[in-house]
């Protein structure tokens, strides 16, 4: 199976203020048809998981500009370039290319200061 | 609109077992796949398997084969996960997720029920 490992696993960041969540694979997620087959995916308190981006680098429709992904190969990163407090709850990275299993990374909580 | 709206919540003994629906709408049921996942308390998210919905064939995570069952009824758009000999292990929060709107070839799960905590206790 494919094993996601993400960094930190917690966050406290200021308003406004920048934030990164780091996912590595222990194997690379790039198909041969170009895509990293690597999503972000963010749980609020309380709710269901909702998908912010997918393919690594592709916002989810009504996901703001200030949510990006990067990376390629086992290397990804989920940029937050100003959080706000309606960001609050924990990221999972998922991985989608090699299925069964589908697998997640353990999750990074943030939470504002 | 689409929509997932699973059972609701469910308590149940040691040994007993469980099924949670999954009823949809607002899209071609038999066109995209449903997967289940599942998410103990406190704890990350677990892919169980996923179901094709138009032939029925379904295909689960090694640490639950022979526990669980994924069906549907194309008839009412509502897919089924079963499990078995249910432990206090398997206390957590169930959803049925699809990938029913984002672009191809991704397989993101765009579409999410809100969830279905099971409770299991003597």
């Known amino acids: 199976d494919i094993v996601l490992t993400q960094s930190p696993l917690s966050l406290s960041v200021t308003p406004g203020e920048p934030a990164s969540v780091s996912c590595r694979s222990n194997?690379?997620?790039?198909?041969?048809?170009?895509?990293?087959?690597l999503d972000w995916y963010l749980q609020k308190p309380g709710q269901s998981p909702q998908l912010l981006v997918y393919?690594?680098?592709n916002r989810a429709s009504g996901v703001p500009d200030r949510f990006s992904g990067s990376g390629s190969g086992t290397d990804f990163t989920l940029k937050i370039s100003r959080v706000e407090a309606e960001d609050v709850g924990v990221y999972y990275c998922?991985?989608?290319?090699?299925?069964?299993?589908?697998?997640f990374g353990q999750g990074t909580r943030l939470e504002i200061k | 609109q689409v929509h997932l709206v699973q059972s609701g919540a469910e308590v149940k003994k040691p040994g007993a077992s469980v099924t949670v629906s999954c009823k949809t709408s607002?899209?071609?049921?038999?066109?995209?796949?449903l997967h289940w996942l599942r998410q103990a308390p406190g704890q990350g998210l677990e892919w169980m398997g996923r179901?094709?919905?138009?032939?029925?064939?379904?295909t689960y995570a090694q640490m639950f084969q022979g526990r669980v069952t994924m069906t549907r009824d194309t008839s009412i758009s509502t897919a089924y996960m079963e499990l078995t000999t249910l432990t206090s292990a398997d206390t957590a929060v169930y959803y049925c997720?699809?990938?029913?709107?984002?672009?191809?070839?991704?397989?993101?799960?765009?579409?999410w029920g809100q969830g279905t905590l099971l409770t299991v206790s003597s």
């Open positions: 997720v699809g990938s029913l709107k984002v672009p191809a070839p991704s397989r993101a799960f765009d579409f």
């Open positions: 607002g899209y071609t049921f038999t066109v995209y796949a």
């Open positions: 179901i094709n919905t138009d032939n029925g064939r379904a």
């Open positions: 194997q690379s997620l790039l198909h041969s048809d170009g895509h990293n087959y």
């Open positions: 393919l690594g680098s």
């Open positions: 998922m991985q989608a290319l090699q299925i069964p299993p589908v697998t």
